[in-house]
């Protein structure tokens, strides 16, 4: 992110008139050791955290479907919401089964992959940071506060997505913020291909980035028809290249028709996480305070009472920030670098958190990409206060940052050795259960979905094709409690209760044992929380009627690790 030919670095972000300008001295050095440094840090978190999933599940199941773009790439399907994460994910797995690391397991091998992102997107951290101050020094403290942010170390050291796409993206927002000062055509169409490659990775994060990319090529400088021109210049190169993709995949599975497809999938727009309501308000605040610490996944607003505390400090801190930052933006309104870089991370936060509160605004891959202007703030506020006393306000920061780490990384030892107990419980479970004569009837959003669907092999689509029990395949056979309020959000909770009543009826007419885990003995109010972000009370109500007002259940086993199992039968 150096400047070109002879053109000095705007650095407006000081407390004296003075603008101070960089030299590149030591700035590969920094990288490489930022590189070298956290990719230690996050592999031996990786082996000491022992549990590939965290505080998400979703990662298990994208590493299904890379393993079968390792195994038959030829055979595997795109799929337009995450149109080049396999195929990419896929051929970095591969390389890691060739050099031994984690061979042929992609649940784990994603870790690794994700650490590696993290570590590229610290080096991009350093290296805006040190051309919009100037000073080495808070380019080092903004990469050491960024790695300590609860939700970007979470998601560094676990199986989730959204890592590769999201440092694609800050980079894209990073050379924006550096470009779009003084743009031309060729910088405007490398940011948008860069951009581009980013959603094309995850679609969603398209959305609240597009508008800042654009309203950042609107307030740059030039005359209105040539900012129009390069708004016109964004788009028409990030459709191209879109489209382009489209021609190169040719007739792969799943490889979409018109562009039209890949631009919009509408991901998660029909589905229960879609909608607002009061209880999102309150989770979106959680997700907003455990982005910086706690870097909890919360999903029942019950939970938060008993970290109101950490929530409220941490909100006091967010709060500070943004108002110094704020100020600092404001002071130096005439230059463009001050436009550009409000425009670029104040937009793509205000968008973003809209678009949250109309989804999943507490989970962690929602949030890291729109809270990311901390890290700027910081880094601001850093720049006019370090003068003033350089050594205590710069090993404050990073004393500050390291206490940070420190707490966060307290906060995952609870879940820690995830993964050695349940390479234990799959064996107990199998011998207590016959996996060939056993439909599970689970919540859906708990762990034992995701290990028990990676290990046994599930099959979303299998309940329409399952035949007479026995069935070896899948092994791993679920009705989840969530499915209907997630897949039909129009349906009424009248619908919703005899459809998953039909469904335990219809798989105890071909011989299978329905067995329920802890959600069986969940009071109404229970249920009532747990589905919280895709139903409202009076579905649950109805879906809780349906399992207690015609069935009962027997105890069949406890498990040590996941509590005890209960086997239904007709009333």
């Not at 028709?257 to 029909?270: D, N, R």
């Not at 370090?386 to 004393?399: E, F, S």
């Amino acid at each position: 992110m150096q400047a070109q030919g002879n053109e000095a670095a705007p650095t407006p972000f000081s407390t004296g008139s003075t603008r101070i300008t960089d030299s590149s001295h030591g700035r590969l050095a920094d990288v490489t050791a930022i590189f070298v440094l956290s990719m230690a840090v996050f592999v031996w978190l990786i082996l000491w955290f022992d549990n590939a999933q965290g505080i998400t599940s979703n990662g298990v199941f994208k590493a299904v479907t890379i393993k079968a773009w390792v195994s038959d790439p030829a055979n595997a399907s795109l799929e337009t919401s995450n149109y080049l994460y396999y195929p990419v994910m896929a051929l970095f797995c591969r390389l890691l089964d060739v050099i031994g690391v984690f061979p042929g397991d992609p649940r784990h091998q994603l870790t690794i992959i994700n650490a590696f992102s993290a570590a590229l997107c610290l080096c991009i951290v350093y290296l805006l940071v040190r051309r919009l101050t100037g000073r080495r020094s808070i380019a080092w403290a903004a990469a050491a506060f960024h790695l300590s942010g609860a939700f970007f170390l979470n998601l560094a050291i676990i199986n989730e997505d959204i890592m590769p796409s999201y440092t694609l993206m800050f980079a894209s927002m990073a050379l924006a913020s550096v470009w779009f000062v003084r743009p031309t055509a060729l910088r405007v169409a490398l940011v948008s291909a860069l951009f581009t490659i980013a959603w094309l990775f995850e679609w969603r994060l398209m959305f609240p980035t597009l508008p800042a990319m654009l309203l950042a090529l609107a307030v740059g400088p030039g005359r209105p028809l040539a900012r129009l021109g390069r708004i016109a210049l964004f788009l028409g190169t990030m459709v191209g290249l879109a489209q382009v993709a489209v021609w190169l995949w040719g007739p792969q599975n799943g490889n979409p028709g018109p562009v039209l497809s890949l631009l919009w999938t509408g991901k998660g727009t029909a589905e229960g996480w879609a909608g607002f309501s009061m209880v999102k308000v309150e989770l979106l605040w959680a997700g907003m305070t455990q982005y910086l610490a706690g870097g909890a996944n919360i999903a029942d607003p019950a939970v938060l009472k008993p970290i109101l505390r950490e929530m409220l400090a941490t909100t006091f801190c967010i709060a500070v920030v943004a108002v110094l930052s704020l100020l600092i933006l404001w002071r130096d309104r005439a230059s463009p670098q001050s436009r550009v870089l409000a425009a670029i991370f104040g937009v793509t936060f205000i968008a973003g958190e809209v678009m949250n509160l109309y989804s999943q605004p507490q989970d962690p891959q929602m949030q890291i990409n729109v809270m990311v202007w901390l890290t700027i703030g910081w880094a601001l506020i850093l720049a006019v206060v370090a003068p003033w006393r350089p050594l205590p306000v710069l090993g404050g920061a990073m004393a500050l940052a390291l206490a940070l780490f420190a707490y966060n990384a307290s906060r995952l030892a609870p879940m820690r050795g995830t993964d050695a107990v349940w390479r234990e419980a799959l064996p107990r479970i199998e011998r207590n259960v016959d996996p060939t004569r056993t439909v599970f009837l689970l919540h859906g959003f708990e762990s034992d979905v995701s290990e028990l669907f990676y290990a046994w092999g599930g099959d979303w689509t299998y309940f329409d094709k399952l035949g007479p029990a026995p069935t070896a395949k899948p092994k791993f056979k679920l009705l989840a409690l969530v499915n209907g309020p997630l897949h039909t959000p129009n349906a009424t909770g009248e619908e919703l209760a005899k459809n998953l009543k039909g469904q335990i009826e219809r798989v105890m007419d071909l011989g299978y044992d329905v067995v329920a885990n802890l959600v069986w003995t969940w009071s109404e109010a229970q249920v009532e929380a747990s589905l919280a972000t895709v139903a409202d009370k009076e579905k649950a109500k109805w879906l809780y009627r349906a399992l207690h007002e015609n069935f009962t259940a027997i105890p069949t086993f406890s498990d040590p690790l996941t509590g005890p199992y209960f086997r239904l039968q007709r009333r």
